[in-house]
């Protein structure tokens, strides 16, 4: 399964959702492309956020390497699902679905825990670091029912 993550700078909520869902890949040595990116350019090519590098890294969890990308059209030809934060996520990438098979790839990322709610991952960004440790733990629970659902025969 090839699964995006999408935000709005691609430095706190999508980077900080692909280390922690690539972690559960590699503890269940399942197989899929996992990535994220964002919407805005302001920090194109820079890593993650400290704030976000130190609550990944407090969890077992290295998003050091990664860079910021923006979400392309093309992506919906590379990803099985395309997990979005808030509304206004869903909204931009929906503009460029080309078509049905396209916007059937979207949701928000917290209805994998509470199924059509479209509840927000609010961003941490101009938050204190608690803003942060909350984003964690809803993309933790969410990253593991995605483990759980997508992956039925595997070993959770």
Do not use: W
Request: charged letters at 30%.
């Amino acid at each position: 399964m090839n699964i995006l993550f999408v935000c709005t700078g691609n430095i706190c909520r999508s980077p900080l959702a692909e280390g922690i869902l690539r972690k559960k890949y590699t503890e269940r040595d399942l197989r899929g492309r996992i990535d994220s990116c964002g919407f805005e350019s302001f920090h194109l090519g820079e890593p993650p956020d400290a704030r976000t590098q130190k609550i990944a890294r407090t969890n077992g969890i290295d998003v050091s390497s990664h860079r910021v990308r923006m979400f392309s059209v093309d992506d919906f030809d590379r990803f099985d699902l395309i997990y979005v934060m808030d509304s206004y996520h869903y909204q931009s990438v929906m503009r460029l679905a080309r078509h049905a098979d396209d916007r059937s790839k979207v949701d928000f990322i917290l209805n994998v825990v509470s199924p059509g709610q479209n509840n927000p991952v609010k961003d941490p960004y101009f938050s204190d670091y608690s803003a942060f440790e909350t984003a964690y733990d809803q993309l933790n629970e969410a990253c593991e029912q995605i483990v759980r659902d997508q992956f039925k025969g595997e070993t959770p």
